[in-house]
Structures are given as C-alpha cells and as structure tokens.
C-alpha cells in the first residue's frame, strides 16, 4: 500500500503521454475527427515522441484481444448469415401474442440473448428487423421497444467476454502478467443485472402538415411539360406526390409524366411559402392539408421505412449521388434524424448512422430494398435467407457452441478457440473468405489496436502509477469498496461520450496500479472497471447500437437520459452490492 503524502514527480515521457491522452480525450469527445483516426494518431504520437519504440507502438495489431475481437465479428456472421438472429426475431413476435408488456419484456431477453454470442450492434441490428415489424403489427410505437432493445444487448455484452471492452479489459490483465478473464467471468455478476431489468408512418414523420392539392388551369406554362421539365422543385422546393387525372391518381409519378391542364397536383412542401411566391397563374390550390395515408398509398404503391445498417456505404453520401431512385426506383420522403423528421431536400442531405428513411415506391420493387445490405427493413421481416444458408444453421451453432466450451475449459486460450471457430465457420462453407472478410467492422477492430499501446505507455512512464497513487490518496482513507466505486463510475461516465474499449485502454491500467498499491485483486478491480465502461445508457454517443436504433425510434438525445438514468442507477447499484460479494478483493 502506497504511503506517500506528496504527488509523484512525473518524467518527461509522463508528461507527453499526458498531453497526448488528454488530446485524445477531447478530440473524442468533439468528434472532430473519427474515433479510429483518433486511435492511430495516438499510436504514431507515442512513437516519435520515443514514449515508445516502433515495435511498442505496433503491438496492438498483434494483441490476443485484437485477434479475438477480428474472430468473433466473423462467429457472429456466421450465425447471422445462417439466419439465427431472424428465427429468434419471428419467435418474439409468435411469442409475444398481443400482449405490448410480453413483446418488451421478449425484446429484452432476446437482444440479450443474442448479444452472449454475438458483438452488441450484430445482435441489435438482426432483431431490428423483426422488432418494427411486430410493433407496428400490434399498433404499438417502435420508440417503446427498440431503446429496449439497444439496453438489453448492451447487458448482455456485460455478461460475456465476447464484447471489444471486456476482451480488451482481459487483454491488458494478461500482459500485466495477471490472469485474464474466461468466458464466464461477467456471468455471475451480469446475468443477475440483465434479469433485474426486465403510429403509422405518416403520423410519425408529420406528413400531413406539408401535402395540399393545387390544379392546373388553362394556359398554364406546365400544361404539356413533363414534370423533369416543370422545375417545381428548383421554382417552389415541392415535390409532386400524385398527379389526378379523370378522376384516375397516378402515385409517385415518373419524371417523364406529362401534366395537362386539369390535372390536379398533390404536393409536398410548405403551403405557406408556396402561396407566397406568386404560383395562382400557374397552380391553383384547391384545399389545404390532407390526410397523408390515401395520398402516399395504392395498390402498385407502398410506403415504407429503413435504417442505415452499421456499415453502409451510403453514410456520408446523398441520395442523389449514388442514383438511389434510378437503383430502387423510391424516392425520400422524410429522414428522420435526432428525434425530428427532414422533409426538404431529402435527395441531396448527406446520410449519417442512426438515419431512418419513410420511402415511396412501386411495391414490385421492394424486394431490391430487402436485399440490399447497406439498408435494414423496419416495417417488415428481413429477407429471408437462402436455404443454402438456412441448411446450415446446426452446423453454425455447433461451431460456436463448442468455441464456447473450447474457450471455457481452458483447452485452448480463448483467442485460439475463436480463430479456430471462425476458420471452421469458412472452412465448412457457412460463409466465404471475402465474407469473413466483410464481416469484421475494422474501425472498431483499428481503435482498439491503436488505443492498447497507451494503456503500455502509462504504465512504462510511471503515469498510471502517479495517477493511481492520487485516487489511492483520495478514496482509500473510506476503505477499498470506495476505490472500487470510484474507478467503476469514472468509467461508468467515461463511456457515455467515448467508446467502451478506449475507456477500457486507459482506465484499466489505472485500476491494475490502484490494486498493487492498495494491496487488493487487480482482477476483481479490472472485472468491475470493464462493467463500468459498458454502462452506455445515458447519451447515444458512447455505444454504436444507440446510434442504431435512435432513428427507427424517433429518439432524441434527451430521451436516452431520461430513460438511461434510471437503468444506470439501477446497475450501478447491483454491480456495487455483487460484485464485492461474488469476487471479494
């Protein structure tokens, strides 16, 4: 146990290390720069400052927790491509029956369930499907069941090694020269937190308040124009909905539809500003809003909705530029983003993960939506898989299955039993090598390799110690239960604005000296440290499952806190009373 009365001197090395962790911290939490750029940064930064050798700052790439995380990402696709996820989606909603209270509580089990076997977001986004289509089968709001959803898989993943934070936690223990976490090491203190817990699209995106119906009259300059060469939308920002004509509705029309005096126009935009630009010549407008549904709806029409998968490649990119109605033939109507609809230029928004879109097509062509990977089906059941695929679903499941026992027995180091099940998952054919390959999601894969050499270099400057010997200063005078809740919830808080694993990178080596020092298990410490930082409810920044579901839910960024705090409240206070009790330090 520490002694000292005065701070540590630190080296100069520490004080580097201190001015490169900090400016990692706030480049972080201002998202100027994405999180795995952040990474590399702070690996080159370490190196030629020579905190660390060349070979030091590379070491992540070569980390056991870096290989593990790489395996369980294709484990994962293994079991998703074979259609695991789907089957236990269709299960929730034969299960739930009508009753709203047993889909929330089935939502929950079965996102946690899921997400033992698969990485948070893989589990979150194959039950998205399936939970938007029994939500809007029983008529219940999806915003009541997909931040359910979100949680459990993220309480899940507290229950299992098989989350970034949790291998990563294991990882440094390990090189500590400590013994690393098993598979079942969260299982005694997180499954008793998991079981603790326990409107029409229109409506939704506001539609109705932007749709009125205008005639052309006679001698209008749109009479015998086709709606391309119209320019309503450049002239008057509204889009045509539907062009009447013989009391016959023509929905989402062509480009190419030539308009006739005595059509009658639907159109969608601000009434408001359209009155105020002098169109009475042209359009006249015959009443003021309409019920949304009968205009947006036919037979050979449909509405629907989708999100942004985690990967897509359309985030970052409009509409317009990668040809989306010449791919799909939908157009936008509305993205719903941060808990508000945009209902202009929806073409030419640049797309950002957590974007949901309310769609228009022709219904022959969904089945293009369905199978597109860069998209999720929300209203619907995702496209089922290829019965090559279906054909080896037991196969898949016996795969990992005896992963698990191989990695929970000790027959193989738990690194080797998951490459070994993700090569066995290519090499039976449940999926191929290219999508294995596409399977891992490398910016992850690129932080946590790029965060692990500072958890090595506040160690070798002293850094760790200095800071550890601080804490020690502060909480162990109150007994070592304190220090154990004071490192759990500055993880805890950590991770609502920066990524489970980089959290992990940086306090778990904190945690390590605080026990040496101390003279308590560093174990125990890292085990609750590592639950700390998966303690993601309180903003949607700090897990990427958040991001996914806050637009098919229509979230805000107040609602995660509001309905978050309680929830980690609630954990906090289970794993504070467990944990000691279950690992005594």
Do not use: C
């Amino acid at each position: 146990m520490s002694s000292r009365n005065t701070p540590v001197p630190l080296s100069t090395d520490a004080v580097i290390t201190l001015v490169i962790l900090t400016a990692a911290i706030v480049l972080f939490l201002t998202n100027w720069i994405r999180a795995d750029v952040v990474a590399l940064l702070v690996l080159i930064s370490l190196g030629v400052t020579g905190v660390l050798t060349v070979e030091e700052a590379f070491s992540g790439f070569s980390r056991s927790a870096v290989v593990t995380i790489v395996a369980i990402y294709v484990l994962a696709a293994g079991l998703n491509l074979t259609g695991a996820g789907e089957r236990v989606g269709n299960w929730l909603g034969r299960a739930a029956g009508e009753s709203e209270g047993r889909l929330v509580v089935l939502v929950m089990v079965g996102g946690a369930f899921l997400s033992l076997f698969m990485n948070n977001i893989a589990a979150a986004a194959v039950l998205l499907p399936g939970v938007s289509s029994a939500a809007r089968h029983r008529n219940v709001n999806p915003a009541r069941l997909l931040m359910p959803l979100a949680f459990a898989t993220i309480l899940g993943g507290m229950a299992t090694l098989f989350t970034s934070t949790n291998i990563v936690s294991s990882g440094l223990l390990a090189e500590a020269g400590l013994d690393g976490f098993s598979v079942l090491s969260f299982a005694p203190v997180g499954i008793p937190v998991v079981i603790t817990l326990e409107e029409d699209l229109a409506e939704i995106y506001r539609l109705d308040e932007r749709l009125f119906r205008a005639r052309i009259p006679p001698g209008s300059y749109l009479d015998h124009r086709s709606l391309a060469e119209s320019t309503l939308r450049e002239l008057y920002n509204v889009s045509v909905m539907a062009v009447e004509r013989d009391g016959r509705k023509q929905l989402a029309p062509s480009p190419d539809t030539i308009l006739h005096a005595g059509d009658v126009v639907t159109l969608e935009g601000s009434l408001d500003e359209f009155r105020g630009r002098d169109v009475e010549p042209y359009l006249e407008i015959l009443n003021p809003t309409l019920d949304a549904e009968q205009y947006l709806e036919s037979v050979e029409i449909t509405t629907t909705e989708v999100a942004l998968a985690p990967r897509s490649s359309l985030i970052g990119h409009t509409l317009q530029e990668v040809n989306f109605r010449e791919q799909f033939g939908f157009s936008a109507l509305a993205i719903w983003r941060g808990g508000r609809p945009i209902r202009r230029a929806t073409s030419s928004t640049p797309l950002l993960f957590g974007d949901a879109l309310l769609l228009q097509g022709p219904r022959a062509r969904i089945h293009l939506l369905r199978r597109n990977h860069d998209l999720i089906m929300l209203g619907e059941p995702a496209e089922p898989v290829a019965d090559v695929r279906s054909s080896k679903l037991g196969i898949a499941t016996a795969i990992m299955v005896g992963t698990l026992v191989l990695a929970a027995t000790g027959l193989l180091e738990t690194a080797e039993a998951m490459v070994l099940g993700a090569l066995t998952m290519v090499l039976v054919g449940v999926l191929s090598p290219d999508e294995a390959y596409d399977a891992v999601e490398w910016r992850s894969v690129v932080l946590v390799a790029g965060m692990l050499p500072m958890g090595l270099a506040l160690t070798n400057t002293g850094l760790a110690a200095a800071i550890a010997d601080n804490i020690m200063r502060l909480t162990l005078p109150y007994g070592p239960l304190v220090l154990f809740a004071a490192l759990f919830l500055l993880s805890a808080l950590l991770v609502q604005v920066i990524s489970g694993p980089a959290v992990a990178a940086i306090v778990v080596p904190l945690a390590i000296e605080s026990a040496r020092q101390a003279g308590i298990d560093p174990w125990s410490l890292t085990l609750g440290v590592a639950m700390g930082a998966s303690m993601a409810f309180l903003t949607p920044l700090g897990h990427p499952v958040n991001v996914l579901v806050m637009g098919p839910g229509g979230y805000r960024f107040g609602d995660y806190t509001r309905v978050g705090l309680p929830l980690a409240l609630l954990v906090t206070l289970v794993i504070l009373i467990l944990l000691p009790i279950i690992y005594p330090f």
